[in-house]
């Protein structure tokens, strides 16, 4: 069993709170994993060419041809992201949409595999992990567990952030605020966030070593699709 972990953070991994969370969700599966980092890859959205209708196979040519057969082969994932803008952002927008490639016809070669979703944010990492939520019942892989936290803005390292007046700093602790150690949100310094995280990759581990039952597992994924279709409709 192989569980593929994707951080979709743009920073370096030592910076990334995505990466970190990502890699604790991963060492606790117990099972064997891959970490990418989507950091410095070229991937471009979908762009609707409708190539890979017939074999299920993206025709586009970038940084994500390489990763397509880590995503076939892997019987799980562990996916973050960081919150942009209230969502995913654009390098995991890109790399999730071209996942479009595996849903036509027969293209089950996803359907029924398990997950755990991610997101970070400079306030709060809920909406990322909801949308990775959302991306991953369009192929019907169950989310099994997300974890959402809190790290650190890029206005605690841009050199303004005491100062500037629409930055995190000033917006979480005020305009007296101090830029310190200790009013950086690290997400390695939150055990009640590593504890979740941890906690999430024991549950995947367990699903797939109890035998995830591929089948079942889509059917319920389907039901699910088709209820928030209805809802929304
Ligand atoms: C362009 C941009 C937009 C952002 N928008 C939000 C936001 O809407 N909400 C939020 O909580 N954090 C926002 N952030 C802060 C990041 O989510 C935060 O720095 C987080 O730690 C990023 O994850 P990382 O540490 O893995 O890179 C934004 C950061 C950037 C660069």
Redesign the pocket.
């Known amino acids: 069993m192989k569980i593929l972990g994707i951080?979709g953070?743009?920073?370096k991994e030592s910076?990334?709170?995505?990466?970190k969370l990502v890699q604790t969700v991963l060492e606790n599966t117990g099972c064997a994993y891959e970490l990418v980092s989507l950091r410095g890859k070229k991937i471009s959205g979908c762009i609707a060419c409708l190539g890979c209708m017939k074999d299920n196979v993206c025709k586009v040519d970038d940084d994500l041809t390489g990763l397509r057969q880590k995503i076939v082969e892997a019987d799980a994932y562990v996916l973050g992201a960081?919150?942009?803008?209230?969502t995913i952002?654009a390098t995991f927008h890109a790399f999730i949409e071209r996942w479009f490639q595996f849903r036509h016809q027969t293209g089950n070669t996803l359907w029924g595999k398990v997950a755990v979703a991610i997101g970070?944010?400079?306030?709060?990492?809920q909406a990322p992990a909801d949308a990775i939520e959302k991306f991953l019942l369009y192929n019907f892989v169950e989310t099994v567990a997300k974890v959402a936290g809190q790290?650190?803005?890029?206005c605690y390292s841009c050199g303004y952030g005491e100062s500037c007046q629409v930055g995190?700093p000033v917006m979480l602790h005020g305009p007296e605020v101090k830029i310190t150690e200790d009013t950086i949100p690290n997400v390695s310094k939150q055990q009640e966030l590593i504890k979740a995280a941890a906690e999430a990759g024991a549950l995947l581990g367990r699903r797939l070593r109890e035998g995830n039952n591929r089948q079942k597992t889509t059917l319920a994924m389907q039901a699910k699709l088709m209820a928030m279709f209805s809802e929304t409709a």
């Open positions: 951080s953070s743009p920073r910076q990334s709170g995505v990466y960081p919150n942009y803008y209230s952002n970070v944010g400079g306030t709060a990492g790290g650190a803005a890029s995190i």
